[in-house]
């Protein structure tokens, strides 16, 4: 869970309950069902930091139930007024409440007996009506972070893909914060009969979740099903991809398998590998997340469909390298496994900071000399380099200086004289000086594998890896 998240506005229950708060014991902060002896918690009578706090310490971990109000425009309502001075305001509301009806009396009875157009007037425009927000109570046991993003992902899906029926009666739900299983069995059964499998995956994942939190009996997740679902869109990413491929429509390519390694990692239980999978599904061990889970034949496939999308796209290598890294580490004997996580890892990171970059003008370069600059903050210098490899073809003669900015708190060291760097960089015209380009202003250590696998004027910046 992200902590900047305001919980209060994406709060959403994964089990809107059927008993009403006025058929529970108990006072206006905290009741107990008798249905089934769970505590509920009305949030409404909170502050809305207090509220915050709550459901900070029990959303994702307590099965603790939850009542608030909703207004029209589907906001929470919480009691802001300090508790020492709710009852004089509660009793101020009583008397308002009393004068106007009282006042609307006196004016329903002047109106009737001599038909006073004044009268009519003042009730038309709703003069003496207690005006307040419609609101409506809603409680049940709220969806910790997992379901709520599953949640945000199957509107989202179903708002290009399901019937304009099934995406409003599904934004509806959320707008009044519940969610159904009802209609996400309609929503499944939808996708399943347009063959539209990830689509479906994803919504049999929520639902998952989402018996998880509903009271009574539930049949066991049936991974199986889940698994042979998994391939199916897996396959089909593959299949569209390398279609699009034959036919050099790069961007439609990338469109359909930019959810791949997405739908590869899903898991019910979070990180946990020790599930039962299918004989023929592994969880393979990447470097950028714990596992992807797929048949080995799916990942030679996709490894070659990526080494195809690498040809031509920005950040298909990221991909690629996690694939990559899964194939070797299912053959290296265990005592290996440790080093080849972290030299992916590694090249991951640089992977990354290039792909930020990518079509700029780049070198490969000796580190030769080393200045502090006393112009600029301390560990600031000036670094001069000499050019051993120039692909981009921009960098006129053999020597250049430019400005380094070291951050100990990033990097242990400064780069030592003699080293090697890949340097993404900007040439000024005007007085031939050059600077740094990119997300980082330290030089990448040079590899010999970046300047030959990564050639950048043939690629396009576009996004195939999702994070």
Not at 244 to 272: C, P
Request: aromatic share 8%.
């Amino acid at each position: 869970m992200a902590p900047e998240e305001n919980l209060l506005d994406n709060l959403v229950l994964a089990y809107p309950c059927p008993i009403k708060w006025e058929a529970m014991e108990g006072d206006e902060r905290a009741r107990i069902c008798n249905q089934c002896s769970q505590h509920v918690y009305n949030i409404s009578d909170m502050t809305t930091s207090e509220a915050e706090k709550f459901l900070s310490e029990t959303i994702e971990t307590d099965d603790a139930c939850l009542l608030f109000y909703v207004r029209e425009d589907g906001t929470i309502k919480t009691d802001n007024c300090p508790r020492i001075l709710r009852p004089i305001r509660n009793f101020a509301t009583c008397v308002h409440r009393a004068t106007v009806l009282a006042l609307s009396v006196v004016a329903t009875a002047a109106l009737s007996a001599c038909n006073n157009t004044w009268a009519q007037s003042v009730l038309d425009k709703g003069i003496f009506v207690i005006k307040e927000d419609l609101q409506m109570d809603v409680d049940g046991r709220p969806a910790p972070s997992q379901t709520r993003d599953l949640i945000k992902e199957v509107q989202l899906e179903a708002s290009f893909y399901a019937s304009k029926d099934l995406s409003n009666q599904l934004n509806e739900e959320v707008k009044q914060r519940g969610i159904n299983l009802s209609t996400l069995e309609k929503l499944s059964d939808y996708y399943a009969k347009n063959e539209l499998p990830s689509q479906q995956l994803i919504v049999d994942l929520l639902q998952e979740l989402v018996k998880r939190k509903t009271p009574g009996a539930h049949a066991p997740f049936d991974s199986e099903k889940f698994e042979r679902l998994r391939q199916v869109a897996l396959d089909k990413m593959l299949d569209d991809a390398e279609k699009l491929l034959a036919e050099k429509k790069w961007t439609q390519a990338i469109m359909s398998i930019s959810n791949f390694e997405h739908i590869a990692g899903l898991n019910i239980d979070g990180n946990n590998t020790s599930a039962v999978l299918p004989k023929d599904v592994r969880a393979w061990t990447i470097c950028s997340k714990s596992s992807i889970y797929m048949s080995p034949q799916t990942l030679d496939r996709a490894i070659k469909v990526y080494k195809k999308l690498d040809e031509f796209i920005c950040s298909a290598n990221m991909t690629l390298l996690d694939l990559e890294t899964a194939k070797q580490l299912s053959s290296a004997k265990f005592e290996d496994q440790d080093a080849i996580i972290k030299a992916s890892q590694k090249k991951y990171v640089i992977l990354r900071q290039i792909n930020l970059s990518l079509a700029y003008p780049y070198v490969v370069a000796e580190l030769e000399n080393l200045v502090p600059e006393k112009k600029f903050l301390s560990n600031s210098y000036i670094a001069t380099y000499r050019v051993i490899e120039d692909p981009s073809k921009t960098i006129f003669g053999e020597e250049f200086q430019i400005p380094l900015h070291f951050n100990p708190i990033f990097s242990p060291k400064l780069p030592s004289i003699g080293s090697k760097h890949f340097l993404i960089i900007d040439r000024n015209t005007a007085d031939k000086t050059y600077s740094l380009r990119g997300p980082v202003s330290t030089p990448i250590d040079y590899e010999p594998w970046i300047v030959e696998k990564y050639k950048f004027e043939n690629k396009k910046a576009m996004t195939v890896h999702k994070l």
